[in-house]
């Protein structure tokens, strides 16, 4: 448990992202934290580097639900002071921390309040005793790093943790967890580390990241992007929509468009991704420009526009509703998704409620 989101073991894939705002500079931090949780984050990595970080940190966690994760490299004392202020996870290498003494008392800590740690092996800084057995880095190398690293815990008898292997080629990246996954129990956080600037990072982790998951390795993803981190929610909601994994949003089926078009597809679909962006709630909506491909498209979802002339068909629950001219096509979709979600969110309470009467 990450705080009050469940890790592993069946639960849902959890979304998360870092924060790259100055730590110590709380209100920017908080803001920031703030919309990622409003994209939709379960839980966010805030790195805290100094004993300053430490204190800014004490306060951001009084400021904001949503669960942390504090990212500390060597200095123990820091992991220490974290865990005293409500840190609902720990992102250290045993190995960098320094003697056992020090390990010991972090896992100590730990263990006496219940906080998961998250191991972290990065193929850019592998430690020198591996470097020299390994001249560049490998898969194997990782490995090796992080069965170091889990012995140092299963030595203190600590088992509360999740491990990441990350790299920022690809293939390394899948061969690492590849060959961890079938010798661990615990579970995996997955990321294609540096993947670059939004498009070519997408790109990347959306190849990395799907691999994995379609192979059933993975339970906690960050999408490592060069770009404003509520992107990173983004694409790694994205991903997992894409893998039938979470449904979250608007679905959104589109036609890359061609000249059989009746309407602008591009524009159309462009607005309503702005639009509709607030929206939480799992819902399918086709946007087709032809009659070719439309009413396939349009039957299977939830809300389907076909473009036809003179006026296009819109489709609700895979049926012939209404038609509708080009002018008013943007507007009248958003207000049919909107009223779709508003009707589907009380059906829920509704079913919740009547699930509470019955317990």
Known sequence: MVGNVPV????PISVQSMTNTETCDVAATVAQIARLATAGADIVRVSV???????AFRTIRSQVRVPLVADIH?????ALKVAEYGVDCLRINPGNIGSEKKIRAVIDAAKDKGIPLRIGVN????????LRKYPEPTAEAMVESALTQIDILDRLDFQNFKISLKA???FMTLAAYRQLAPQIDQPFHLGITEAGGLRSGTVKSAI???AL???????????????????????GFDILKSLGLRSKGVNLVACPSCSRQNFDVISVVNQLEVRLEDISTAIDVAVIGCIVNGPGEAKVAEIGLTGASPANLVYVEGKPHHKINNADLVNELEAM???RVAEKNLKDAARARNLIAHD
């Open 8 to 11: 592993g073991g069946g639960a």
């Open 49 to 55: 580097p100094s004993m300053e970080a430490a204190e």
């Open 74 to 78: 060597f200095d123990y004392k820091i």
């Open 123 to 130: 193929a850019g800084s592998l430690g020198k005793v591996l």
């Open 168 to 170: 920022s080629e690809i």
């Open 208 to 210: 990395g990241l799907g």
């Open 213 to 235: 998951l379609m192979d059933g390795i993975g339970d906690t993803i960050r999408v490592s992007l060069a770009a404003d981190p509520v992107e990173e929610i983004k694409v």
């Open 337 to 339: 998704v909107r009223a």
